[in-house]
């Protein structure tokens, strides 16, 4: 079975520009969650979906982080534009309803570097 | 609102040494407390996990307990390998209204031959 993978493993960008990092989570999870981690800082939480829905987006930073997860099967997250503060590691994790209290599956994450 | 703190790192110590990384939750309800593990290059992975007071959970010679008194996750092992070396965080998940599960900030272990 294919775990939680994340593209693309480092993007380096300059202020201003847009980038797309990419989620598919393992198959059959319903529960899809963005996490971001700044250098040496805590995990964060971004937002979480159920399916399409999204159920929780109270962590997102502003409006220039958008979320999607059209169909309930792969989640892309868009920064647009990018500012130097979003620099670090998006992760995505997922889960499946019902089965493991609160286990995620986590992917191996996303640097973004905004120069 | 729902928050862990950990120790800060990093971590270092000599092989076959006792390792201790404290964690604490806050209080709200009855969660369920996790131990992740980051090997370098690799994403997350759970560790081991209890859901409710005094539960033991452990895994790869590392045990922590659920201390609802202390509102404690210490995670210890007896005797750690080079192969340890890696981001340890802490996490609570469920109770207080909250399904979104809540980590620390990392401890980071390096473990020298």
């Known amino acids: 079975e294919a775990g939680v993978t994340q593209f693309p493993s480092h993007s380096v960008i300059e202020k201003g520009q847009t980038v797309t990092l990419r989620c598919d989570p393992i198959?059959?999870?319903?529960?899809l969650y963005w996490y971001r981690r700044v250098m040496g800082k805590e995990i964060k939480f971004l937002l979480h979906?159920?399916?399409?829905?999204?159920?929780?987006e109270s962590g997102m930073p502003n409006n220039r982080f958008l979320a999607e997860r059209t169909g309930g099967t792969y989640s892309t997250l868009k920064v647009q534009p990018a500012e130097l503060e979003d620099s670090g590691v998006y992760f995505c994790?997922?889960?499946?309803?019902?089965?493991?209290?609160?286990?995620?599956?986590f992917g191996e994450g996303s640097r973004l570097t905004v120069l | 609102g729902n928050s862990v703190t950990q120790m800060e790192g990093p971590v270092t110590l000599s092989e076959e040494a006792f390792l201790t990384i404290n964690c604490t939750y806050t209080a709200t309800g009855y969660p369920s407390l996790f131990w992740y593990v980051q090997y370098p290059g690799e994403g997350l992975q759970l560790l081991l996990k209890a859901t409710k007071a005094d539960d033991k959970g452990s895994n790869k010679g590392f045990e922590a307990t659920y201390r609802k008194e202390t509102t404690s996750f210490h995670l210890e092992k007896g005797s750690v390998q080079v192969s340890d070396s890696a981001v340890y965080f802490c996490a609570r998940f469920g109770s207080g209204g909250s399904y979104i599960p809540t980590f620390g900030r990392g401890t980071s272990l390096i473990v020298h031959p």
């Open positions: 198959s059959g999870h319903d529960n």
């Open positions: 979906f159920v399916k399409e829905s999204k159920q929780d």
């Open positions: 994790a997922s889960r499946k309803t019902g089965v493991s209290t609160g286990e995620l599956f």
